[in-house]
């Protein structure tokens, strides 16, 4: 299977795993063109921090920081080369909850939008990140979502799209008539808050991936991932399930967000994974749902 990363088309192994939504560096400051370049510093701990990953099956991380949040791909393509571990960068927006898109995405129209995605996708980002804020989307946030779908019709690129504890049906319901294959939709941070297990019993029954993508992070416990594993699994929903940390490893934006962020990326192939099987998960679920599901979540931006 050859994915577009960081570094080009690269194949990825169908026996190793893929960590679906990463962040290595977050900067808001970027938004304003204020945020300095990485410095060697950062770009060394992120090599080290990455490093770890291969030898515990990991081959790719998706870095999901849109363009304006402290996006680098020349940054990316260097710690990528220096680590062994595949990047795979995202175009796309963030939301609107803590603070403002930049200039260009609020005063673009859709077709704008979408071609900007386009052309970002076509010189190495491999997927688009869209976002809503918590209990609402404003039209910004909901013009990205069609601009989303429109780049997604024009190259297959697969979409990850944030949810803030809430609208993840809804933004499934919105892409499916939008006409995007749910199966190439990874509705993420689901179940992250306090949402019940049939919040992502409905998303993942309308085939939209759903991303248990806050493993580690103290708001929630591992058995809390582990019970949702294990209630989706039984509803024959195990193909649907992605896993990741929503990591980060550097970041620079509003202290309401920074006092939540989390840096461990190796937490779950080592003591997450450990706990899991402990509990009663099969290895091969485990495997399933790091390995095959989030391949066939990227085979859409499978390069012929």
């Known amino acids: 299977m050859h994915v577009r990363t960081v570094r080009g088309v690269?194949?990825?192994d169908p026996a190793l795993a893929v960590l679906p939504h990463e962040h290595v560096v977050i900067d808001y400051r970027q938004k304003e063109g204020a945020a300095p370049p990485p410095t060697l510093a950062t770009e060394d701990d992120c090599v080290r921090v990455l490093r770890a990953l291969p030898p515990l099956g990991i081959q790719a991380i998706v870095d999901c920081t849109p363009p304006g949040y402290g996006r680098d791909l020349d940054f990316l393509r260097r710690v990528s080369e220096r680590s062994g571990v595949h990047i795979i960068a995202s175009t796309g927006t963030f939301c609107e909850q803590w603070s403002d898109q930049p200039a260009w995405v609020r005063s673009a129209a859709v077709e704008d939008l979408a071609a900007a995605f386009v052309a970002e996708l076509n010189r190495g980002c491999g997927v688009i990140k869209v976002?809503?804020?918590?209990g609402e989307a404003n039209g910004n946030?909901?013009?990205a979502i069609h601009a989303a779908a429109q780049a997604h019709r024009e190259?297959?690129?697969p979409i990850v799209s944030h949810t803030t504890g809430s609208l993840g049906i809804e933004?499934?319901?919105l892409y499916s008539e939008l006409g995007v294959d749910l199966a190439k939709v990874l509705i993420s941070h689901v179940c992250a808050d306090e949402e019940p297990p049939e919040y992502a019993i409905d998303i993942a029954r309308r085939g939209a991936f759903v991303g248990f993508d806050r493993i580690g992070h103290t708001s929630?416990?591992?058995d809390h991932w582990i019970q949702l594993i294990q209630k989706l699994a039984a509803e024959g929903l195990a193909g649907r399930i992605l896993l990741s940390h929503d990591s980060v490893q550097q970041f620079n934006g509003p202290e309401a967000i920074a006092g939540h962020t989390f840096?461990?990326?190796s937490y779950l192939p080592e003591s997450f994974r450990h706990r899991a099987l402990e509990a009663g998960l099969q290895r091969d679920v485990f495997a399933q749902l790091t390995t095959a599901n989030p391949l066939r979540w990227l085979?859409?931006?499978?390069?012929k």
Do not use: C, F, R
Request: hydrophobic share 35%; glycine share 4%; no cysteine.
């Open 299 to 303: 085979a859409s931006n499978e390069v």
């Open 141 to 143: 946030e909901i013009k």
């Open 171 to 173: 933004q499934a319901a």
């Open 220 to 222: 929630h416990s591992d």
């Open 10 to 12: 690269a194949e990825l």
């Open 263 to 265: 840096s461990d990326i």
């Open 131 to 134: 976002a809503t804020s918590q």
């Open 155 to 157: 190259t297959g690129a």
